[in-house]
């Protein structure tokens, strides 16, 4: 597809268990992002990838939180021993160049995560 | 630290209003800005940038002007539509860095 493709759309898990979020950015972006929106509240930063590796992880919540992208494309949020407050939808983005200054990031539609 | 405020919703206008939606910044640096638009079931899409003071983004019959002497960018269209519903979000980019920092949105609804 033309645009960032998130998986699942939905996800609902038990306290305590590990999930993984999937992104698929658009075809040849070499910046990815995921963001955690909590309901009535704006996007915040979570992680930034730059190719494979991460260029900015400090938004990451606690050490429960991971991302990977290992080959410099797909990326997944790893998220073990769930909690109630992690309960939100999960945002990715992609971006052509490094997203340095007026560099458009372009958005998935979001998983959206309830933890029960 | 960087920062973004914009105004509390919900707006609530009819049809061809004007519409004015504050945003004010706290950054370090020379940020450039943006504004984002979310409408019902969908992603977050752009809708304008301004990378330099007293630069003007639009799109759509939107604008904003970047405004450093007042750290704001407020966004401003003439005459709303019901289409033009959905929640508005003003974000900065801080020149180091390459993740966007966002405020906590505004949302619109224009009834006909």
């Known amino acids: 597809g033309a645009g960032v493709s998130q998986t699942p759309s939905n996800k609902v898990t038990e306290k305590g268990k590990y999930v993984e979020l999937r992104c698929d950015p658009i075809?040849?972006?070499?910046?990815l992002y995921w963001y955690r929106q909590s309901l009535g509240q704006g996007p915040e930063f979570l992680i930034y990838?730059?190719?494979?590796?991460?260029?900015?992880d400090s938004g990451l919540p606690n050490d429960r939180f991971f991302a990977v992208r290992p080959e410099g494309s797909v990326s997944t949020l790893k998220i073990q021993r769930t909690e109630r407050g992690d309960s939100a939808v999960y945002l990715c983005?992609?971006?052509?160049?490094?997203?340095?200054?007026?560099?458009?990031?372009?958005f998935g539609q979001g998983t959206r995560l309830t933890v029960v | 630290g960087n920062s973004v405020t914009q105004m509390e919703g919900p707006v609530t206008l009819s049809e061809e209003a004007f519409l004015t939606i504050n945003c004010t910044y706290t950054?370090?640096?020379?940020?450039?800005l943006f504004w984002y638009v979310q409408y019902p079931g969908e992603g977050l899409q752009l809708l304008l940038k301004a990378t330099k003071a007293d630069d003007k983004g639009s799109n759509k019959g939107f604008e904003a002007t970047y405004r450093k002497e007042t750290t704001s960018f407020h966004l401003e269209k003439g005459s709303v539509q019901v289409s033009d519903s959905a929640v508005y979000f003003c974000?900065?980019?801080?020149?180091?860095?390459?993740?966007?920092?966002f405020g906590k949105g505004t949302k619109l609804s224009v009834k006909p």
């Open positions: 974000a900065l980019r801080a020149g180091s860095q390459g993740n966007l920092i």
């Open positions: 075809s040849g972006h070499t910046a």
């Open positions: 983005a992609s971006s052509p160049r490094t997203g340095r200054g007026n560099t458009e990031a372009f």
């Open positions: 990838f730059q190719g494979t590796g991460a260029a900015d």
């Open positions: 950054a370090t640096g020379y940020p450039s």
